[in-house]
Structures are given as C-alpha cells and as structure tokens.
C-alpha cells in the first residue's frame, strides 16, 4: 500500500500565502502524477494543480499564477505554494497521487488524509 501524509495549510489573510506538502511512504513501485485536489463546503471536490513523473504541470484556471505545485526529485513528495490567496480558495484540500504499489501493479489513486486551508477577508 502507498501513505500519503500532509502537512501545512491553516488561516492566512486574503492576498497571503501558505504552503501544503504531502510525503509518499510504503510499498511504492512507481509513482506517476502527484496532485491536489479541493472540496469547499457544500460544494463537489474540484482539482486545483497536478505534476507528472516528467515534470509537466497543469492548474485549475482559478489558480494560474497564484500556485504553484512542485515535486522532489525522489518524486515521493509533492508540495503546493499558494500565494495571493483568495477567500474563495478556502477548503479542505487533499493530496492525490497515481501510483503502483509492489503488491499491485495497477495504477491506483491514494489520497491524503485532508488539510484545511481558511482564508479569511
């Protein structure tokens, strides 16, 4: 099985800045795009920013040129630096990583235990 474990977010004025990171452990063979996703309240889980094995990024149009997502070059961390933040990108935000443990060889999707970002106005 592969962990994913969070860190980071928390209350921040509108026009600052946080950070989330989310460590991979366990049984990991391979692991492909590491992400992050969004749920506001009341509202359905949205993808924010994701980064391939290979380095390509992609962003949600709301946050472009606000976030930036990153990983380490063991590629078993992924962090995302969000700056001019916006009441509206107030959620829980959860890691999301495309992997394949040594048990199983199959892509899954593994998902971090939630972090919540508030930013007030």
């Known amino acids: 099985q592969v962990q994913l474990v969070q860190s980071g977010g928390g209350l921040v004025q509108a026009g600052g800045s946080l950070s989330l990171s989310c460590a991979a452990s366990?049984?990991?063979?391979?692991?492909?795009?590491m992400g992050w996703y969004r749920q506001a309240p009341g509202k359905q889980r949205e993808f924010v920013a994701a980064i391939t094995s290979g380095g390509t990024t992609s962003y949600v149009d709301s946050v472009k040129g606000r976030f930036t997502v990153s990983r380490d070059n063991a590629n078993t961390m992924v962090r995302l630096q969000m700056n001019s933040l916006k009441p509206e990108d107030t959620a829980v935000y959860y890691c999301n990583v495309a992997a394949r443990s040594t048990s199983d060889l199959r892509i899954r999707d593994y998902w971090g235990q939630g972090t919540q970002v508030t930013v007030s106005s």
């Open positions: 366990g049984s990991i063979f391979s692991i492909n795009a």
